[in-house]
């Protein structure tokens, strides 16, 4: 199937399907010399492996990574990486009855529309596990782009109607609480409220935030490849969001150009911003200011309730689902986002690098 890869220079293809026996990816354009060990790869999986908590689905996997080419004696030898996941986890009997209908709110129907057929594993490649391979990569460029200064934080900003509070923002709470929400507070309101909506066999959906710090001014394209766009169809590949924010997002279209624009002025010597409605980029290009950027998850469409929906012989059926699903996928999504939003920035400074002949008289000037 086409449409594994992204990025220009720093590319990766994912590849495996849910109850397949591993999935994977291989990360090229990768500089040779960043140092590289599995310990890194595997502090971004645990984040968003299942059976951690009680809000997501009781299916245990280790999600071990490990290594196949791309790094010698700890470091990146700039060839292509190669990382491989196994499945340990697999019960595809709990998905045989599938085989002949269409899940409300999969991509069953639309597999078989395209392909003529499809794995019913679990949903097979549209499955969320496929995120293994963009959380690996991920952490890679995470760790690239913090060698430049460049630090990104995801976190959940909203759970159903429960919303996080500015003022009760702890970086910690994101890997302690069970939501990956920074206020302990709402956490805890935010698990009740998931308790509810278990306890009447639904889902929920929300928000995931993310915001880059240390972006320096300049990165991203002009035209088609803005950076806001880049970071939008990276986010938007992600098979549970449904929509993406730069900055005030939707909110400008509310706003006034008196209120919308960010004064600059001089601060330390430097241009800045008093505001950043932008969210950090202007004209598709960093303007030196924090990127902050947000995710809207859907529901999870496993739900435990009765659904309507059809079969492959075309009669129209009542269906309850079976198997082991996650009442909510944004705290285990928290990472994916971060992942997609560093490859996809790292990917455009790599491209960068031509946009001025100085750049190149560094490299290779004499």
Request: aromatic share 6%; net charge neutral.
């Amino acid at each position: 199937m086409a449409g594994s890869s992204y990025g220009k220079l720093f590319q990766i293809t994912t590849w495996g399907e849910s109850h397949g026996k591993a999935l994977g990816v291989v990360i090229d354009g990768c500089p040779a010399g960043l140092p590289l060990s599995e310990d890194d790869i595997q502090a971004f999986l645990d984040r968003r492996k299942p059976g951690r908590t009680k809000i997501s689905t009781p299916r245990k996997e280790d999600d071990k990574a490990e290594i196949l080419s791309g790094v010698f004696e700890g470091r990146t030898t700039g060839t292509p990486i190669s990382l491989i996941v196994a499945n340990m986890s697999q019960r595809s009997t709990d998905y045989g009855e599938i085989a002949n209908y269409y899940r409300p709110g999969h991509a069953d129907y639309t597999f078989d529309q395209k392909y003529g057929f499809r794995d019913y594993r679990g949903g097979g490649r549209s499955s969320g596990r496929e995120t293994i391979g963009r959380v690996a990569a991920g952490a890679i460029a995470s760790k690239l782009l913090s060698t430049f200064g460049i630090r990104l934080t995801a976190y959940t900003r909203s759970i159903g109607p429960i919303t996080i509070e500015e003022k009760n923002f702890d970086v910690q709470a994101i890997l302690d609480t069970p939501t990956c929400m920074p206020d302990r507070e709402a956490s805890k309101k935010a698990e009740a409220y998931l308790a509810d909506c278990m306890k009447s066999f639904d889902s929920a959906g929300g928000i995931i935030e993310c915001k880059i710090e240390g972006c320096p001014a300049g990165i991203g394209e002009p035209v088609f490849d803005k950076l806001d766009a880049e970071l939008s169809k990276a986010i938007m590949s992600i098979g549970a969001v449904k929509a993406v924010e730069i900055g005030d997002g939707i909110r400008t279209s509310l706003h006034r150009g008196s209120e919308n624009n960010d004064a600059f002025r001089m601060q330390n010597g430097r241009v800045t911003k008093a505001t950043n409605h932008a969210g950090g980029i202007l004209g598709g290009i960093s303007d030196g200011s924090a990127i902050l950027l947000r995710a809207h998850v859907k529901p999870t469409p496993s739900i435990f309730s009765k659904q309507q929906t059809v079969n492959n012989q075309g009669e129209d059926i009542e269906i309850a689902i079976k198997g082991r699903h996650d009442p909510v996928i944004v705290p285990r999504a928290v990472v994916v986002v971060e992942s997609m939003a560093a490859i996809a920035l790292l990917d455009a400074m790599l491209v960068n690098m031509g946009a001025r002949i100085e750049n190149l008289h560094k490299i290779y000037g004499k």
